[in-house]
């Protein structure tokens, strides 16, 4: 799946840190170089603050907007190259008006990204316009991926790691041991060859001959012996069929540790279906596009132990562009398809009956209470046993939730009453009856 | 001599056996699922949901509904997914859902749910998201630039528009009126305009929304093609 490359984290990270400060160092200074050819460039009116430019950039333009690559909206590195000022004052405060008056180059543009109508920004001034001008010079950072690469290659002989000096132990103990038995040895060749005597100890019963002849411990042993294995064997025998900690390779690395940990995206925005459904349904990949149309890198947390990397991540999400069959530079559908074999976990037999939308809709249970905690799981892995047990144990456990269903309280006020009970759990409202769950 | 090979002999019996209990805890592969009893028990005879089978196309269980198949309980939706039809919808399309408490929770939950990552739990477009710079540039309810009306934001959840993608096979016709209503309250408190009033005529109307309820409650899953 994903081999180690990182092992050196501390002399890495700090050459890696020294990369990214350099890389930093020097886009900074080309911004201000690149902000000063734009008001060469374009030298109508005054210059622009990129710095200010990208506070309102990020605030307005990026949600279709993006410097490099085509949005929604047309890339907008070097735009003032393409069009004069005047013009884009216009098409920013009101591209609709300017394009009713018949401008040639407004209507291309429109025509260009299927007439999808930008946004008016009245509200912005000249000078706000020529700050995101201004901006749009930035040129492209150089990607750091080389400069970590070269560092990893060469962090790669250097410093043993833990696995290394294990291994290492583990030499030196057997090495020890071997010597042991080899000195032992020529000790008594010696000690025979000079006729030396020592004592042997036969005359001592074999302490093997002194148990076998003591009935009363052969017995004991035997019962504790017999014990032991009926527990193992119990314990064997109990865990077939159970896939507690199943956790397989996914064709795509989908991490819920970001989605649903980092990103705190509810599980139901993606599984719509355990809603009001009795499968909560694995995401159609429009589902995954309604954010990835957007986020086509991976910008978070790096986990270098693991490998998991920027790049990874970012390989991940190459991958289900090419399964849904998006252009990420065209920004639209190619109409190829591959569909994503994921594989699944959670099965129940099929002579069990469960329902999603009764647990998560009617009785308002977390998703966690039974898949565990998935917004810290990398990889995702089955976290209960889900046997008819570990079932049975929650609906003892478990008061049901009588808010706004008034067309039951009439018998759960009766069946409170047969029980004695304030609240009743499931298992008295019949949630142990076989055939709720086996039909 | 004899004495330390019976000795070399133990250590390799005990290595044998420390070796074999060792295989035996560490063998559970966390990569395959576990060993059954009665197969026959466990897998379904008829085809089960996500299952690989020969007989469909690329062995996928899962698939789009029969063209031209019509779910329960559904309404066509007559703006078409353009610019136009956008601004059709803003001027034309009203809402017949009753305006209750319950629908407005309802709303309200399934916003938190699908709309609230992105555009902030106030409707100011400080979702997670944005302030993890996932996105950006998403814009408040209030933004003067917009003419946000009941029409315009079903329409957008229907079909999306410009970098937010369709929420029609995630939610349902109702649902989506009702995450309307949390929205058209939401830019309400922003604008520091009074919130929607509530229907008074509870009769004829709850009829209506139970209509709603009842029919639309298949329709979800066979929307998915949208």
Redesign the interface.
């Known amino acids: 799946m994903i081999k180690v490359k990182f092992r050196n984290l501390p002399t890495q990270l700090s050459l890696l840190l020294l990369a990214l400060l350099l890389t930093f160092s020097t886009t900074t200074y080309a911004q201000e170089e690149s902000a000063e050819a734009a008001t060469e460039v374009a030298p109508a009116t005054g210059e622009g603050d990129a710095a200010a430019g990208k506070t309102l950039f ?7 907007h993006k410097l490099y690559k085509k ?2 909206g047309p890339a907008l590195f070097g735009v003032g190259d393409k069009y004069d000022k005047e013009w884009l004052y216009s098409w920013i405060r009101n591209s609709q008006e300017l394009i009713k008056s018949g401008d040639a180059k407004a209507i291309a543009i429109y025509e260009e990204y299927n ?3 930008m ?5 912005l001034s000249d000078e706000d316009i020529d700050n995101i001008i201004a901006y749009t010079y930035t040129p492209k950072p150089e990607p750091t991926v080389a400069t970590t690469g070269t560092t990893n290659v060469g962090g790669d002989g250097e410093g043993p790691t833990n696995n290394i000096i294990l291994a290492a132990l583990a030499l030196i103990f057997l090495l020890l041991v071997v010597m042991l ?1 080899l000195v ?2 020529t000790l ?1 060749r010696i000690a025979e060859a000079n006729g030396v005597e020592y004592e042997e100890g036969e005359k001592r019963l074999p302490i093997w001959k002194a148990f076998a002849q003591n009935q009363f411990l052969v017995f004991v042993t035997s019962v504790f012996l017999l014990l032991a294995s009926a527990y193992f064997a119990y314990g064997w025998m109990m ?5 507690q ?5 996914q064709p795509i690395h989908y991490s819920h540790k970001i989605h649903a940990g ?5 599980c ?2 993606c599984h ?2 355990a809603r ?4 909560s ?2 995401p ?1 990949l ?2 995954c ?3 990835h ?3 086509a890198e991976y ?2 947390e790096e986990d270098l132990e693991n490998g998991y990397t920027k790049e990874f991540y970012t390989n991940e999400i190459k991958k289900l562009y090419k399964a849904v069959g998006w252009d990420e530079n065209n920004q639209a559908y190619t109409g190829e398809e591959e ?1 994503v ?2 594989v ?1 976990i959670h ?1 129940l ?3 069990a009956y469960f329902n999603h939308s009764q647990h998560v809709t009617v009785a308002g249970i977390e998703c966690q209470k039974c898949h565990g905690p998935v917004e810290e799981m990398e990889i995702m ?1 089955q976290f209960s046993p889900l046997t008819m047990g570990w079932c049975i144990n929650c609906h003892r456990e478990t008061n049901v939730d009588l808010k706004g269903n008034e067309y039951y309280q009439k018998i759960h006020e009766e069946l409170s009453k047969k029980y004695g009970v304030d609240q009743l759990t499931i298992a008295q409202m019949g949630g142990l009856e076989c055939g709720k769950c086996h039909y | 001599m004899t004495k330390t090979t019976i000795n070399m002999k133990k250590a390799i019996h005990i290595s044998i056996v420390i070796i074999a209990s060792l295989a035996m805890v560490s063998c559970f592969d966390s990569n395959s699922p576990n060993y059954q009893y009665m197969n026959n028990m466990y897998e379904p005879v008829g085809y089960e949901t996500y299952g690989e089978y020969e007989i469909f196309e690329n062995e996928m269980e899962a698939k789009l509904p029969a063209e031209g198949s019509i779910p329960r309980g559904w309404m066509p939706y007559e703006y078409e997914n353009s610019t136009a039809g956008l601004e059709q919808a803003r001027a034309e399309l009203k809402m017949t859902l009753p305006v209750t408490e319950e629908h407005l929770e309802r709303g309200e939950e399934l916003y938190e749910i699908y709309c609230a990552v992105c555009h902030g739990t106030k409707g100011d477009g400080q979702g997670i998201l944005m302030q993890r710079e996932k996105f950006l540039g998403i814009p408040s309810y209030a933004d003067p630039g917009r003419n946000i009306t009941e029409g315009s934001i079903y329409h957008v959840q229907m079909y999306g528009l410009n970098s937010m993608g369709s929420y029609a096979s995630q939610t349902n016709e109702l649902e989506r009126w009702q995450i309307t209503q949390h929205v058209m309250n939401l830019m309400a408190a922003l604008k520091g305009e009074p919130a929607l009033e509530l229907s008074s005529d509870s009769e004829g109307e709850a009829e209506v929304a139970g209509d709603m309820t009842e029919g639309e409650a298949e329709t979800v899953e066979t929307e998915e093609t949208n």
Not at chain 1, 58 to 64: E, H, I, K, L, T
Not at chain 1, 119 to 123: D, E, Q
Not at chain 1, 239 to 243: A, K, L, N, S, T
Not at chain 1, 262 to 266: H, W
């Open positions: 990020n605030a307005n333009c990026a949600a279709c949005g929604v007439q999808s109508v946004t008016a920004f009245p509200a038995i032992n040895k008594r865990q077939v069929g159970i896939d900690g199943y956790a397989p390779v980092a990103n705190q995206i509810d139901n925005y719509s279906s009001k459904s009795k499968h349904g694995i159609s429009n589902v596009m309604n954010c149309k957007n986020i910008n978070g569909p074999k994921w699944r099965n037999p099929d002579f892995y």
